[in-house]
């Protein structure tokens, strides 16, 4: 079945810290990985999307790793801001559907 | 501002009755998705609609039904409302036909329905 699987649940940092978010997908075939930025209450924004040849992506302070071997992928936070809290969710495009994770909820705290 | 845009924002009526969502997609883009999103959960999709035609369905009740017009906007109708249907409604749009490509959603702002 095709799943997408992000970890932690939540988490919690300080403002400037760096953190990692995890993504572990069975979705088969594979032809992307996209992050989503999601603030509470508002449409997801694409923070970025990796294609199978493709094992990092930066975009600013994030940086998406993919390696399609293990399927795993992570999100990268560097220095972390207030701004930075919201849901980043993980989806995986498989067989011209996307599969969504139910997302890691992160809280940057001051 | 992603270009698509949603109305209402925000709605509350009663079960049982019916409302209609609104979405304009972007200038150019021929594709309009439809997502669920219940509180604290993740987003579920419902329909895809690609130039006027449905392309692709997830899990949308028989309650609920969906256009897409000539003009590119799209209406999601939801009907004999349940209180398990208040969530947030969100429109994307995207310029290729399907999902199964690298061609990047843009989400609008959502509509926020509450069941009484």
């Known amino acids: 079945k095709n799943q997408v699987e992000q970890s932690p649940q939540s988490l919690i940092i300080l403002e400037g810290k760096n953190c990692t978010l995890q993504?572990?997908?069975?979705?088969?075939?594979?032809?992307?990985l996209r992050w989503y930025k999601q603030d509470t209450g508002r449409g997801p924004v694409s923070l970025t999307i990796m294609t199978f040849s493709e094992n990092t992506k930066s975009n600013g302070r994030y940086t998406a790793t993919l390696d399609a071997d293990t399927k795993q992928s992570s999100l990268h936070i560097t220095a972390s801001q207030l701004s930075d809290s919201a849901s980043y969710i993980c989806?995986?495009?498989?067989?011209?559907?996307?599969?969504w994770g139910a997302g890691t909820k992160l809280i940057i705290k001051p | 501002d992603s270009g698509v845009t949603q109305t209402p924002k925000h709605l509350i009526t009663a079960t049982g009755q019916r409302v209609t969502l609104r979405c304009s997609p972007r200038?150019?883009?021929?594709?309009v998705y439809w997502y669920q999103q219940s509180l604290d959960q993740g987003l579920q999709f419902l329909i895809q609609?690609?130039?006027?035609?449905?392309?692709a369905k997830g899990n949308i009740l028989e309650r609920f039904s969906a256009q897409q017009f000539p003009d590119l906007h799209s209406e999601l109708n939801l009907s004999s409302l349940e209180l398990g249907d208040s969530a947030l409604y969100f429109c994307a749009s995207s310029v290729v036909p399907g999902q199964g490509t690298t061609g990047e959603l843009f989400f609008g702002e959502g509509s926020r329905l509450t069941v009484l």
């Open positions: 200038s150019g883009d021929l594709s």
């Open positions: 609609y690609y130039n006027g035609e449905e392309r």
């Open positions: 989806v995986v495009n498989g067989n011209y559907q996307l599969i």
């Open positions: 993504c572990n997908y069975t979705v088969s075939p594979f032809s992307n």
